[in-house]
């Protein structure tokens, strides 16, 4: 057992990792309408305005304490004279990460097998939302080609044959049928019996974007949490169950950890994709988890359960990122400790 989790045994636990959010580019060839991440194409190199070291450097030391480099990254299309640049340019925050003694998690669109591999040997985790399958998803996603349902369950089996720990997820709230929703979480779960690599699902609620919050109504709340209870009974019980916690009335929440939720994800100090959902500070959400019995306790990008799968040097590599985490915490210097 991790120093971390042998601190917990016998309390409740809830999971989150403190991340720092670098994002390579905002390009993306997709078009998904209801993304306000994305910078659409406007006939310059889509790498113009890409990170650049001594920015993504600027990004870490402003966040010591974040054991997790979360890579979230526009997409450029296979084929596109820029895409080896692009992909170069995560190997190498990859590799910033692991200079720093952190471990990186990178979540960049479809990747080829080879590029899945490459990364895969800087990358404690790697992810890919598969969003949903129906009608409503096809109607969002007309002009995204790397959304379709073959080419995602594609990315989710081939990390499953590379053997890395995987996190992918479900978008709920945008016109699909419960029955749309338990058939994409019956996917995941033959896929998790198959391969074994999918260490969490992220039960995301759709929110439009917006100047300032739209919190979600008690008719919407009621419909994600039974959405909740029947993932935590199709997937298999190894699969954690994630909900992004500025994406839920944060005094509701210890109802949604009650319907199976048992982790709250990688959390910086604000969501580049969700930008009006301001994030929680660890220090609200202990208080509000304690007041149901609850404790949060911080982990690595890649869960336990997975570690011991991981190569050699990754392991490693997992070890000095957890020593931040213990170390913030024990000196409580810039740290996000309650």
Same mark, same amino acid.
């Not at 001594?54 to 450029?76: C, D, F, I, T, Y």
């Not at 895409?83 to 080829?112: D, M, Q, V, Y």
């Not at 997820?169 to 016109?175: A, I, Q």
């Not at 359960?305 to 957890?322: F, I, K, S």
């Given at each position: ?22 994002? +390579? ?16 194409? *406007? ?31 526009? #997409? ?23 200079? #720093? ?8 669109? +479809? ?88 260490? #969490? ?7 439009? *974007? ?51 939720? *048992? *982790? ?71 740290? +996000?400790?309650?």
């Amino acid at each position: 057992m991790d120093p971390i989790s042998a601190a917990y045994v016998g309390v409740r636990r809830i999971t989150w990792s403190p991340s720092v959010t670098l994002v +390579p580019i905002r390009f993306c060839f997709n078009n998904c309408g209801y993304c306000s991440f994305r910078r659409p194409p *406007d006939g310059l190199d889509p790498l113009a305005d890409g990170l650049s070291d001594g920015q993504a450097q600027a990004a870490l030391r402003r966040r010591p304490w974040a054991a997790e480099v979360l890579l979230l990254s526009g #997409e450029v299309p296979p084929g596109s004279p820029q895409r080896r640049a692009w992909f170069s340019r995560l190997l190498a925050l990859s590799r910033l990460a692991w200079i #720093e003694g952190r471990l990186p998690h990178t979540n960049a669109g +479809p990747l080829s097998i080879a590029e899945m591999a490459a990364l895969g040997r800087l990358n404690g985790s790697m992810g890919l939302m598969l969003e949903g399958l129906g009608p409503a998803y096809d109607a969002l996603h007309r002009q995204s080609p790397s959304k379709s349902l073959a080419v995602r369950l594609g990315q989710l089996e081939q990390a499953g044959r590379l053997g890395i720990p995987f996190t992918t997820g479900l978008l709920l709230g945008v016109g699909e049928s419960e029955a749309d929703r338990l058939a994409a979480l019956e996917l995941l779960a033959q896929l998790q019996r198959r391969w074994g690599h999918l260490q #969490e699902v992220i039960l995301q609620p759709f929110r439009p *974007d917006a100047t300032s919050a739209l919190l979600l109504n008690a008719t919407e709340q009621a419909d994600l949490l039974g959405t909740i209870a029947a993932a935590r009974t199709i997937l298999p019980p190894q699969v954690h169950l994630q909900l992004p916690p500025n994406l839920w009335p944060l005094q509701e929440l210890p109802a949604a950890l009650a319907a199976g939720i *048992d *982790d709250l994800g990688g959390i910086d100090s604000s969501d580049v994709i969700n930008r009006a959902y301001p994030q929680p500070t660890p220090s609200q959400l202990a208080e509000v988890l304690a007041q149901a019995g609850y404790e949060l306790t911080p982990r690595l990008c890649v869960h336990q359960a997975w570690r011991r799968c991981l190569p050699l040097a990754m392991r490693r590599q997992a070890l000095r990122a957890e020593s931040r985490l213990l170390a913030s915490k024990s000196s409580g210097l810039r740290s +996000p400790w309650p």
